[in-house]
């Protein structure tokens, strides 16, 4: 799906690819298409995991890259990502892909808000609890978080599901007993 939608050329610049003559110097236009493209796909495909990891991963080089996000929240592609993370709980390449996504995209207060209205506040929370040997996929999960309490309404949805026991456990377990969490904070 990621090669489907995006070409990298030689300059690093984003084409993407169109079949409407019309829209074939646009790269809004050819961004949206696009997007709306891996969006379908993950809605249609839910049970594959390669379609997936290939939504997510677009989503997470079009978050770095530098595509309006808008773009993205219009075309349902929080939804497609917060289901897909809901989906596949245990999958090292979804959880990690996804709160990068989120992350990169919490660089925009708006589309940050937009993300905790959708859902993104408990696929974080739940994927940092779930990856308690993981560290990589905690500390992204973190990440997620610092971008994520940008926005007060996504603060109060992680206190509803226990952010102070985990600021506890990172903060004050690690203290009387070092050699913990302490490595990911």
């Known amino acids: 799906p990621v090669a489907e939608t995006i070409q990298i050329d030689e300059n ?4 993407f690819i169109v079949e409407d003559a019309e829209d074939a110097n646009d790269l809004a236009a050819g961004q ?8 379908a796909s993950m809605k249609k495909f839910t049970h594959d995991l390669v379609v997936q990891e290939g939504g997510i991963e677009t989503f997470m080089l079009l978050a770095r890259k530098g595509i309006n996000p808008r773009v993205i929240v219009e075309a349902e592609g929080i939804e497609a990502l917060v289901a897909s993370m809901t989906a596949y709980p245990k999958n090292y390449r979804i959880q990690w892909r996804g709160l990068s996504t989120i992350t990169d995209l919490c660089s925009i207060v708006a589309i940050c808000s937009e993300l905790g209205k959708r859902g993104a506040v408990n ?9 308690n040997d993981n560290k990589d996929v905690r500390q992204q999960a973190i990440w997620a978080m610092a971008g994520l309490a940008k926005v007060g309404h996504c603060l109060e949805r992680m206190e509803d599901v226990n952010l102070k026991i985990l600021l506890y456990k990172l903060i004050v377990i690690p203290i009387k007993s070092p050699g913990t969490e302490i490595d990911i904070v």
């Open 12 to 15: 690093k610049k984003k084409k």
């Open 32 to 39: 949206k298409r696009g997007v709306l493209r891996v969006v």
């Open 123 to 131: 696929v974080v929370m739940n994927a940092y609890e779930r990856f």
